[in-house]
């Protein structure tokens, strides 16, 4: 079937031509793709056409362009998880067959904001721990964590037996974490992040910020995980209701 016997729009149609050619390898990882030019050229299209799906493909993170340079395409995630699913990082590099790691940058232990108490539901909070960790897979720095609980939940010695934020908060609280409420934002150049990811200017990561709860609907976590966008993608199960 050619592209016109098709009868979706036609910038649907190169889209799905694109994305056969890099999964056939026609178009590899990391490299560029021809020119608008040749493209449109070899695909019978005409360059405003082949923009829209390229516009399309990037914003589905298939592909980047960069201005004056060239459209890439862009490595396939290492780590897929669906968003719904309340997954420990640590589950999500184990899964893809990586070995996880964690890498401490910093603890503190403040005076609780008026925002946390409120945050938190807990108007005597006094104190709050944050943590700071990268979080890798094979060595290689994959997600930047910033985790924050009241300080009575979160025993630093604890943390460095189990490794694991949950089952110390879990253990201490005496609380069973049973879901999170989650908001996802697409982050630009910051510099430390950047620079503690490894991640290149052009390169974008996706912000997960979330606030673990349990069955009885107490907050007892707040997370904000960076991710590589470039090594994560997250999917959401639609219902029809």
């Known amino acids: 079937m050619t592209l016109r016997e098709d009868a979706r729009h036609l910038y649907l149609q190169v889209m799905d031509k ?76 184990k899964q893809s067959g990586k070995k996880p790691g964690t890498q401490y940058i910093s603890t503190e232990v403040l005076d609780a904001a008026e925002q946390e108490q409120r945050d938190f539901n807990l108007p005597d909070l006094e104190f709050v721990t944050t943590i700071e960790r990268i979080r890798t897979a094979d060595d290689a720095p994959v997600v930047f964590c910033i ?12 943390l460095w ?3 694991s934020i949950f089952s110390t908060i879990e253990e201490a609280s005496n609380k069973q974490i049973a879901y999170a409420v989650a ?11 950047y620079s503690i990811l490894q991640c290149t200017p052009d390169e974008s990561l996706l912000l997960l910020k979330q606030m673990h709860y349990t069955n009885e609907d107490e907050a007892v976590l707040y ?19």
């Open 223 to 241: 997370s904000m995980n960076y991710f590589r966008a470039d090594m994560f993608r997250f999917q959401v199960v639609r219902r029809r209701v």
């Open 183 to 193: 908001d996802i934002e697409p982050i630009t150049y910051h510099e430390r992040i």
């Open 18 to 93: 694109i994305k056969a050619g890099i999964e056939a390898g026609t178009y590899k990882e990391e490299e560029k793709l021809p020119s608008e030019y040749e493209l449109s050229k070899h695909l019978g299209i005409s360059r405003a056409t082949l923009r829209e799906a390229l516009r399309m493909l990037e914003e589905d993170n298939i592909v980047t362009r960069r201005h004056g340079v060239g459209t890439f395409v862009n490595s396939k995630p290492l780590f897929q998880a669906g968003i719904e699913e309340l997954n420990s990082v640590t589950q999500m590099i």
């Open 161 to 163: 037996e189990k490794a």
């Open 147 to 158: 985790d924050t609980a009241p300080s009575s939940y979160l025993s630093l010695e604890k």
